[in-house]
């Protein structure tokens, strides 16, 4: 009968000990990095299409879906129309600065796009506000390709030119 206690109570110790131990090391304290961290808020992007204008039709489609970090302490109100923002600013470079030549996407220079978004974005805000742009997605699908894809279609669809791949942002 005194195994038995004695074992019970050894297994109580193992557990408490283990539960501290796992408490206290999941509650540490946040070194440098994750003090910035905590001053950033992940804005999820939303899935856009931009139409590609040639001689005054509709050529094409990019998809696109790009995602930012914010500085929560320099946003004023918090509620700053950010999707709104960066759809108006793909807009700009996709259709009037056309920053990507659809004959040569593999010239595509995607950190110069990300840092052109950011500087325009922070320029529209007047500050440092937008800290990352995650580019999720980018693809061109071209007006044949559309109809291709159509219910009515013949043929066999087809895949966008994927221009930019990158990892999903929960």
């Given at each position: 009968m005194i195994k038995l206690v004695l074992t019970g109570l050894w297994v109580c110790a193992v557990t408490l000990g283990s539960v501290y131990l796992s408490i206290y090391l999941a509650t540490?304290?946040?070194?440098?990095?994750?003090?910035?961290?905590?001053?950033?808020?992940?804005?999820?992007?939303?899935?856009?299409?931009?139409?590609?204008?040639?001689?005054?039709?509709?050529?094409?489609?990019?998809?696109?879906?790009?995602?930012?970090t914010i500085d929560k302490e320099k946003v004023v109100d918090g509620s700053l129309p950010l999707n709104a923002l960066v759809t108006d600013e793909l807009f700009t470079l996709l259709i009037g600065n056309k920053v990507i030549d659809i004959a040569n996407t593999s010239a595509f220079d995607l950190n110069g796009f990300r840092t052109q978004v950011k500087q325009d974005l922070n320029k529209r805000l007047g500050g440092d506000v937008i800290t990352e742009v995650l580019v999720e997605q980018l693809d061109y699908l071209s007006k044949d390709d559309t109809r291709n894809n159509s219910p009515d279609a013949k043929k066999l669809n087809k895949k966008p030119v994927t221009i930019v791949e990158g990892a999903a942002v929960n």
């Open positions: 540490a304290p946040v070194g440098e990095a994750g003090a910035e961290n905590r001053n950033t808020e992940l804005v999820p992007g939303e899935m856009i299409t931009v139409p590609v204008i040639s001689d005054g039709k509709v050529a094409g489609y990019f998809l696109t879906r790009i995602s930012f």
